[in-house]
């Protein structure tokens, strides 16, 4: 029988690497308005919203091996980008959600947690999260299968598994805990190119650490992302408009590239 995860084994691993609080976001100022029940509500692991719980934890490691919950809501009707963050119960008012590693990745979801709670009105003593850090971000990918993909000039990433539809994938079995698969359908004067899929949801700056592995284990030149918009306005119809651009937002600052 798996044993649980005691409290004591909890704050001796957590404690000395300063947990911090997170507060909700109220819909009055937040972009999305009366969107951000369905939004936060949607991404919310059903332990939490199933559990009564005061104290809820968002930290690293991910992990899907027992005793850890996986959330019966993952998008598997799609062959990438579909696990999402598991739990782990501590004991019967506490519960820890475990995310893959990433700094805006941990903040997403403890802001997540603490905004859904806030909006459903239910009680709850504290959010609190703990960051990974950068070593810890890269180290994750670094011992990923992602090496035996080999050196490449071009990757793709992102929405791509549309590209190659009849070619084969190579990497991991479906049942593995691997994270990446890829095809390598093409050399086009003498370049290399890939079609990079992962299993998880590389956000926030997740896929920086991600440039950063594919140039150390993989030699990469150039680096493509596709991506999609979303919208949870019933007017906005899909697959009409075309997003790009060489701007965006870091840390509060206009980027452009």
Request: aromatic content about 10%; overall charge neutral; proline content about 7%.
């Amino acid at each position: 029988m798996m044993s649980r995860v005691t409290p004591e084994k909890l704050v001796q691993g957590v404690e000395p690497l300063e947990l911090q609080r997170c507060s909700s976001v109220p819909a009055e100022t937040h972009s999305m308005g009366a969107s951000l029940y369905d939004c936060a509500a949607s991404k919310i692991h059903p332990g939490i919203q199933n559990g009564y719980y005061s104290r809820v934890i968002i930290r690293t490691p991910y992990t899907r091996y027992p005793p850890v919950h996986i959330s019966h809501n993952e998008k598997t009707d799609k062959p990438f980008n579909w696990q999402r963050p598991t739990t782990t119960p501590i004991e019967s008012t506490t519960i820890q959600l475990n995310c893959f590693r990433g700094e805006d990745y941990v903040r997403h979801y403890a802001a997540l947690v603490a905004t859904y709670y806030a909006l459903e009105k239910r009680s709850l003593t504290s959010v609190q999260y703990r960051l990974p850090t950068n070593a810890e971000c890269m180290e994750v990918l670094l011992s990923s299968n992602l090496a035996q993909m080999g050196p490449v000039d071009i990757v793709v990433v992102g929405y791509v598994h549309h590209l190659e539809p009849d070619h084969l994938w190579e990497g991991c079995p479906a049942e593995s805990n691997n994270l990446f698969v890829w095809q390598k359908p093409r050399r086009t004067d003498r370049v290399s190119v890939a079609f990079l899929g992962y299993m998880v949801s590389f956000w926030g700056d997740i896929p920086g650490h991600l440039i950063r592995a594919l140039q150390i284990l993989n030699k990469f030149k150039f680096v493509l992302y596709i991506g999609k918009t979303g919208s949870l306005s019933p007017e906005a119809k899909p697959n009409e408009w075309l997003a790009t651009g060489d701007r965006s937002f870091l840390n509060g600052r206009l980027m452009e590239w």
